[in-house]
């Protein structure tokens, strides 16, 4: 089954300590992304990727990292996590030209 | 810029009412996809639709329908009948192929729309 698999689904964690939230997809797309989605605020762009070791800032970067050493795994890093990182996070990956995205389960994240 | 606009924050309908959720978008691409999406209460995203630029012919589904107008950049859902079911948060998007610093295939979304359908 074609799928972006995200874990964990819920975390809650205490201010700085580093975590990971992990995003894998089976499809070979050449995109993926990660997006948070607060209230009124909708869905923002976190990072992308074009494809392996090509990585670039979206809307809402700080405070963020990524890696994309291999092409199914997009991993997301909040090295610091502060309270304002309490969010919904999505993986999506996609193929070229924005025909579709398969997006992942989301991840609930609170920092306290 | 590119920018998706919903402006009903929320709606509230009694079952078996219609109701249409508006989606206005904008865009310097010549080629570009407009996607619905919908959240329930658990959280994740569903897919409903996708209109690529050039179709602008409207769709039906079972109880949805989108209607697509490039000449006011709206790309609008409606719910027939709704039902209890129904109840979530919609999200309009629109996927960006390129822009200043190059080759990109970023989605786009309004702010949601929170549908309630009351029984």
Partial sequence: ???VT????????VTGKKLTVTCSQNMNHEYMSWYRQDPGLGLRQIYYSMNVEVTDKGDVP???KVSRKEKRNFPLILESPSPNQTSLYFCASSPRGGRGYTFGSGTRLTVV | AQKVTQA????????KED???DCVYETRDTTYYLFWYKQPPSGELV?????????????????????FQKSTSSFNFT????????SAVYFCALSETMNYGGATNKLIFGTGTLLAVQP
Avoid: K
């Fill in chain 2, 8 to 15: 009903q924050t929320e709606i509230s309908v009694v079952e």
């Fill in chain 1, 1 to 3: 089954e074609a799928q």
């Fill in chain 2, 19 to 21: 109701v249409t959720l």
């Fill in chain 1, 62 to 64: 700080e405070g963020y």
């Fill in chain 2, 47 to 67: 897919f409903l639709i996708r209109r690529n630029s050039f179709d602008e012919q409207n769709e039906i589904s079972g109880r949805y329908s989108w209607n």
């Fill in chain 2, 79 to 86: 719910i027939t009948a709704s039902q209890v079911v129904d």
């Fill in chain 1, 6 to 13: 995200q874990n964990p689904r819920y975390l809650i964690t």
